[in-house]
């Protein structure tokens, strides 16, 4: 861990002194995340996040948080939220960020300022029910990060490349996940 004069905002020590004690309780470190959404009306639906399994035990954030998706209004929708797809965006953009911003502190260099842009592919012929042979996901997904910090170009690239093999947003999105999905009739 470096000393640095650096304040990012990540406490470093605290990541890593968590990471001593987890590698010597392995089970603590099974975490589970939850979401819970209810439908509001046509394509509109609210999620709200308050709630998680870590540490061998239940957790709470500070808050709950909510978050609201829907379609454009081109799809025949009201528009209330952005679309589900795009908030896997903000997922990704964000995991990448914040591990940028870890990774920078830990390696002494001050950050100005982290951008993200991403842009994600998409043939919808697939989600609509045109063509079964095209996907229903993104295609590809392009991320542009701009970032301005007291380092090199190259220790920049390596700051991104860290946050990319810590991710977990960026390990979902890349390798497949079991997904389970269980229908009880109320």
């Not at 996040?49 to 209004?73: C, M, T, V, W, Y």
């Not at 590809?140 to 690239?157: M, W």
């Amino acid at each position: 861990m470096t000393e640095a004069a650096v304040n990012n905002g990540v406490n470093v020590a605290a990541l890593l002194e968590a990471r001593e004690v987890l590698r010597g309780a392995p089970e603590a470190a099974q975490f589970k995340w939850r979401a819970s959404c209810k439908w509001q009306n046509g394509t509109h639906s609210k999620t709200t996040i308050r709630n998680f399994f870590g540490l061998g035990q239940e957790q709470s954030h500070k808050s709950e948080f909510h978050f609201e998706a829907d379609h454009p209004e081109i799809f025949a929708s009201e528009d209330l939220g952005a679309t589900p797809v795009e908030l896997v965006l903000a997922g990704l953009a964000s995991c990448l960020t914040a591990g940028v911003a870890a990774v920078a502190q830990n390696r002494g260099i001050q950050l100005r300022s982290v951008q993200a842009e991403l842009e994600g592919s998409m043939d919808i012929q697939g989600i609509l029910g045109i063509d079964g042979d095209v996907r229903n996901g993104y295609d590809d997904i392009k991320v542009t990060f701009k970032i301005d910090a007291d380092a090199s170009q190259a220790d920049i690239e390596a700051l991104v490349a860290q946050s990319q093999k810590r991710s977990a947003v960026y390990d979902i999105i890349t390798n497949p996940t079991d997904v389970a999905v269980d229908v009880q009739k109320v």
